[in-house]
């Protein structure tokens, strides 16, 4: 798949693809796509019988070349450029947690490899008894490896990170980047709601708060947690 010629970027979008490892020195923005394209057609082709589909491929340049498409970094960077690509640009990975503490060099070791090809990453800290405490090393982890790959010209990335609505450190977890340097962080933090939440908190009642073997350990008012 040839791309028509895209390169109308000013001097400082070639430098920002170069530094992110978008661009390698010998290529151009039309053979990122060419080989992206290349690879999705042929992820295309196993579930296609190994027929490569080539409508779908000029279907997708056009849609580049409109820019009714607009690849993410991750995809821009790796895809096509390993044995085994990835074309994803985040995944969810599986916290090493023992009793419910964080094994924080397993967390390093199983996160770094991920994290160095630019893939977002999310992380579930339901079953941590201190999910904050946690939060902190993870997130030092993270910033000091996204300083080291904005040094290295690669593409710093963002995780996420999740909690349950009835874990006993609910608010203290909605509240944790609440006086930190936003700058420093590379985590977002989000909350699994459920509808009985919202039931609850129409009731002006509270929600019991579960441990991670299950015991319900207090009560919160529901209206509490949304107003948080």
Known sequence: IEFDSLSHYDSTAKRLM???GIILPQESIEDVFSRVVGTLLAVDSELNNYQIDLSFGREIQALIQDKTIAFGTPILTNVGRREAPTTAACTVLLLPIQEGVLKLEEFKISSQEVLEDAVGTGYDLSDLEDPVGSLKEMNKFLNDLNASLIARQKRP????????VDHPKIIEFIQAKRQEDFNQWRLNLSVFITEELFARAEQHASIDLV???????????AETILDA
């Open 157 to 164: 990335v963002a995780s996420i990170a999740t909690l349950r």
């Open 18 to 20: 170069v530094e992110r």
């Open 211 to 221: 441990d991670r073997i299950g015991r319900v350990v207090g009560t919160l008012p």
